[in-house]
């Protein structure tokens, strides 16, 4: 049984229920109340806040958090790469579903100014540099910022979307990566960001896709590193308030590619935190070791190729068609 709730979505304005309100927190001795809207099926958690510590303690320990440790693996693998946005794109949905929608603009004879929001340790917008395009990675982390340029070079700034705008800087596509299921107030961050839109320019989405859990609680990290847990309708009613179409992109050719396994949901009452009180690490997950074998064979570019071999043979339990559970959306301002 459900229980309603009198506060509406903060997203769409419906009405809420409560899916749990025990969820366990990513700090030890927190918990959280997981709600869901009735009109765009968006889940969040209550409160929907969040201090800058947890993200400072993460990134103080990122070779060992869970999930947090294979961007620190990415962020020293691409600088041996010779083609490192092909790498990144062998790698995640996300990366692959922005670097193919840029490539196919580039294609059509435009001439991208891309921002990326929340670049954090700047790889991406390293790959996205080598690969031709004009980027500018933005973090409000100085000690992110710092690290990026330190060792991808000059493509990074410090700032916030008001510095931004009040320089009258406009973009021809601009990057989320993975980073609106973070934010405390998605409408204002949005707005901002529309504002920053050239004439014809575009925002990319990615974000953990809840369409591809029903009848799941939380399937992404906990409350309150994520605060929100959007779907396709969810992205659709955040489009429709900033006055911009949406189109989704397919992912068919990403799993044609790529063997992605599909792992069963963990319920929500058996994740463990993973800081304890005093920011110990409850769940320490440190890089695997690459042997030196695996290692030539990443760099020559032929593990990419086995990959390929072994996905066109493997049709056991593993995401394929046009949606995963990762969901990357365009959304262009309506003029």
Not at 60 to 89: K, W
Not at 118 to 123: E, L
Request: glycine fraction near 6%.
């Amino acid at each position: 049984m459900t229980t309603q709730r009198t506060e509406k979505c903060p997203l769409c304005g419906c009405a809420v229920h409560v899916v749990t309100d025990s969820a366990t927190g990513y700090q030890q001795g927190r918990t959280y109340t997981i709600l869901e809207c009735e009109g765009c099926l968006s889940s969040f958690s209550s409160p929907l806040e969040v201090s800058d510590e947890i993200y400072g303690q993460i990134y103080a320990n990122v070779r060992n958090v869970p999930g947090y440790n294979r961007y620190f693996r990415y962020a020293q693998e691409i600088l041996t790469r010779r083609r490192p946005l092909d790498y990144l794109m062998g790698q995640e949905e996300s990366y692959w579903a922005v670097a193919h929608h840029l490539r196919k603009r580039r294609e059509a004879g435009e001439k991208l100014n891309i921002l990326e929001l929340g670049c954090g340790m700047g790889y991406f917008t390293h790959a996205l540099a080598q690969d031709g395009f004009t980027v500018t990675g933005v973090d409000i982390s100085s000690h992110a910022v710092s690290w990026a340029r330190e060792h991808y070079g000059p493509y990074y700034a410090c700032t916030t979307l008001d510095e931004l705008q009040a320089r009258g800087d406009r973009y021809d596509a601009i990057i989320m990566n993975q980073l609106i299921e973070h934010l405390p107030d998605v409408h204002g961050f949005m707005a901002d960001a529309v504002s920053l839109l050239s004439p014809g320019g575009e925002i990319l989405i990615t974000t953990p896709n809840k369409s591809a859990y029903p009848d799941t609680e939380w399937e992404t990290d906990l409350p309150p590193v994520h605060l929100w847990w959007f779907g396709e309708e969810a992205l659709k009613s955040l489009a429709q308030h900033h006055r911009c179409t949406i189109s989704f992109i397919d992912f068919a050719p990403f799993y044609a590619a790529y063997l992605r396994p599909k792992f069963p949901p963990v319920p929500l009452v058996d994740r463990q935190p993973v800081f304890d009180a005093h920011w110990k690490l409850v769940i320490s997950q440190p890089i695997p070791v690459v042997s030196p074998v695996r290692n030539v064979l990443e760099r020559t570019g032929i593990m990419d190729f086995l990959r390929a071999v072994r996905s066109k043979f493997v049709t056991g339990n593993r995401w394929h068609g046009s949606r995963g559970p990762i969901c990357a959306a365009v959304l262009r301002r309506t003029r």
